[in-house]
């Protein structure tokens, strides 16, 4: 079945450092969607991605839709303590499957 | 334009009762989207639905959960005697279009005893 892989599951980074956190998924998708989710929060909508090879950037946000639309990064330059929290990406084929998700905890 | 309204906030339930989860999505919004969300976990999709109508239901177990959207009213998610496994967050989300961003309610925190 269809499946949306995240990694890593979790990252711990001093702050200033950089974070990457990579989906992948077991068939091509429509498009791509990424939301963060605060500890003990709901998740929070950052992006959506449709076209191949599209990349997006939000601040110190960097979000990339590979080539054959079946996987995705996002790239969080020199990470703050606000950065914090759970990145899920959510890939749509038909219905939205939601990644595992990549835990980032910084460092201050 | 008030955000995706969900309540009770928490819920303790008793095995064997029955637990009703409810979910205003935002103005002007018809698609509403259920998760499931265990601790240190993803959301797994439960079901999706459209005024009056479930869209696709293949994430909801298929004894116990019931889920609707009446053209009047809230979406409510619906668990018949409830058992501990079912103890979670459960997550509303409503989108203006099928495939567009998902607004996201703050969860109802279930709790089996």
């Known amino acids: 079945g269809q499946q949306v892989m995240q990694i890593p599951q979790y990252q711990h980074v001093q702050e200033g450092e950089d974070f990457t956190t990579y989906c992948n998924s077991s068939?091509?998708?429509?498009?791509i969607q990424w939301y963060k989710q605060r500890p003990g929060g709901h998740p929070v909508f950052l992006i959506q991605?449709?076209?191949?090879?599209e990349v997006k950037k939000q601040k110190r946000l960097t979000f990339q839709f590979g080539e054959a639309k079946k996987n995705s990064s996002l790239h969080i330059t020199a990470t703050q303590t606000t950065d914090v929290g759970t990145y899920f990406c959510?890939?749509?084929?038909?219905?939205?499957?939601f990644g595992t998700g990549t835990s980032l905890t910084v460092i201050p | 334009n008030a955000g995706v309204m969900q309540n009770p906030r928490h819920l303790v339930r008793r095995r064997g009762q029955e637990a009703r989860l409810r979910c205003s999505p935002m103005?002007?919004?018809?698609?509403v989207y259920w998760y499931r969300q265990l601790p240190e976990e993803g959301l797994k999709f439960m079901v999706y639905?459209?005024?009056?109508?479930?869209?696709?239901e293949s994430g909801m177990p298929k004894e116990r959960f019931s889920a609707e959207f009446p053209k009047e009213g809230p979406s409510i998610l619906r668990i018949q005697q409830v058992v501990r496994g079912d103890s979670a967050a459960y997550f509303c989300?409503?989108?203006?279009?099928?495939?567009?961003?998902?607004?996201f309610g703050p969860g109802t925190r279930l709790t089996v005893t």
């Open positions: 639905l459209q005024k009056e109508n479930i869209i696709d």
């Open positions: 959510a890939g749509r084929n038909n219905q939205f499957y």
């Open positions: 068939t091509t998708l429509s498009n």
């Open positions: 989300a409503s989108s203006p279009i099928s495939q567009g961003e998902q607004y």
């Open positions: 103005k002007g919004h018809s698609h």
């Open positions: 991605l449709v076209k191949s090879g």
